[in-house]
């Protein structure tokens, strides 16, 4: 059973969603991501879309699940990198993820955890971009 | 109007929604669609394959290239011979769902699309056709 | 109502030399004014290979509607698309045709003469199948036009409404004239490509330059600015005139909290703000 990579850095979670995915893989995501939040203590996740070409109602509901989730856990999440097609094809949907707080890219993301966070990161950060 | 290719594929169970989307991505490369139009007929197409894959009980969808004078398109049916809907316009509600989840798949996809047609009937099944025009 | 096989096809084989020349004589005087450009020996071909081709469908009969006429109609086609390039007008262009009516006249008068019920039989048609095919050749030129002008279009669209970087992180889009749908969707697309590729997390969309705003219009620019925002920027509609505005009310249109500029001035003013710049002024 393959699971998708999720990489620590300092207070962070990253997730970067490279391959199609299917629903059993998204439901292990939630699954894997909740766990390491409260075995990390992180503060915050980086759900990284830029790979993806397509998002449809189940991705949607996914990524506002594991915004829910990490909320509850009292970690705040960012998506970044969501490509232009998908934007606009969300919006025709009328998918608008209520909640989900967005930014163009990782380095955006992270500026905007840490002022969610109101903590400044002092952890090594290996360069993202 | 003439049917250039036909390709028609199993949808039992998630890996073949994932299958199914790739067809699509790449059916509607072929046609020349535009990254956005293409993105639309792969997630319209998406919505539709998990519908069939879980309120069907599994069924197929036949892709077929088709052309129209001088316009080409995608024309995708998905079939399965499941429960059918029974209230169809309640099913056509923005946000209406059976099962877990916002339910958006009909509704959602024809939005996504140029043409859109829906036949079914308690007992005897759901075939969605849809269509985009380059 | 051909009872007999039309006479034109061996004619055509018989007297192809002498035909040829004629025809260039009509053509080179037809074609001389005007704007078009078309070389000897371009034109000397495509004379050659018309009659040939002509000569092998005639022997199917008549009706260049038909499957054996296809190679003479694309054939056709080509010849009017490269006419339509090269700047010449529709009549130069059927003219390609209609001035081969009077070689071949006069070859099959030459033919017939002993027969004048088959001469005015073959006249009629031969005047009938030059005229179909040359109502061809004008209808294919004028698609061919089209096309120019549809890809004259496109090319205009893009030049007229480029994205323009304002400051770091902020970028702007004037639009300039009439917004139809398709153009306005294919604007809104390349914005949003800039965006992500300049990484601008504010983009001041201008309606200055747009006289009216209807509601497919409205509809466009909202999901616009929903799509920016879907994607972690934010978007400043400026340029809006008190018109405009009224238009958006009476349309229903609800704007769902985006910001509005009345000029790109105060957008830009915004944005800077936004992005945490202060604009000082130096003592003079």
Known sequence: MEHIPILQMGEFLLVTIQVDMHDQLALQLQDDLTNKIQVTGARGVLLDISALDMVDSFIGRMIANISGMSRILDAHTVLVGMQPSVAITLVELGLTLPGVKTALNVERGMAMLRSAMGAAEKADVSSQD | MSVVKTETLELRNEQDIVLARQAVRRLSQACGFSLVDQTKMVTAASELARNTVTYGQGGTVVCETILDGARTGLRLTFADSGPGIADVSLAMTDGWTSGNGLGMGLTGAKRLVNEFDLDTKPGSGTRVTITRWK | ?284
């Open chain 3, 1 to 284: 109502m051909a009872k007999t096989q039309s006479r034109t096809p061996g004619i055509l084989k018989k007297h192809e030399k002498d035909l040829v020349s004629e025809w260039l004589k009509e053509l080179k005087n037809a074609l001389s004014s005007g704007d078009g450009k078309i070389n000897d020996e371009e034109l000397a071909t495509q004379t050659r290979d018309f009659i040939s081709l002509l000569q092998q469908a005639s022997q199917h009969g008549t009706d260049p509607e038909r499957e054996e006429w296809a190679a003479v109609r694309e054939f056709l086609e080509g010849v009017s698309r490269s006419r339509a390039v090269q700047g010449f007008s529709a009549d130069q262009t059927a003219t390609f045709i209609l001035s081969f009516k009077k070689p071949l006249f006069s070859r099959l008068r030459s033919e017939l003469s002993s027969d004048p019920a088959a001469l005015l039989e073959e006249n009629w048609t031969v005047t009938e199948l030059l005229d179909k095919l040359g109502m061809h050749t004008i209808r294919a030129f004028q698609k061919s036009r089209e096309d120019v002008i549809r890809r004259q279009q496109e090319e205009l669209l893009e030049l007229s409404t480029p994205v323009v970087k304002l400051w770091d992180g902020v970028l702007a889009l004037p639009m300039i004239g009439t917004l139809d749908s398709a153009r306005t969707q294919m604007v809104m697309e390349s914005l949003l490509q800039r965006i992500v590729e300049t990484g601008s997390e504010i983009a001041i969309i201008d309606i200055t330059g747009v006289p009216t705003v209807d509601t497919l219009v409205a509809q466009h620019l909202l999901k616009t600015v929903t799509a920016i925002r879907l994607m972690g920027s934010d978007c400043i509609i400026s340029g809006v005139r008190p018109q405009i505005a009224q238009t958006i009310v009476h349309l229903g249109v609800d704007l769902q909290g985006v910001i509005t500029k009345a000029s790109l001035a105060d957008a830009l003013s915004l944005a800077l703000k936004r992005s945490g710049y202060t604009v000082t002024r130096n003592k003079a």
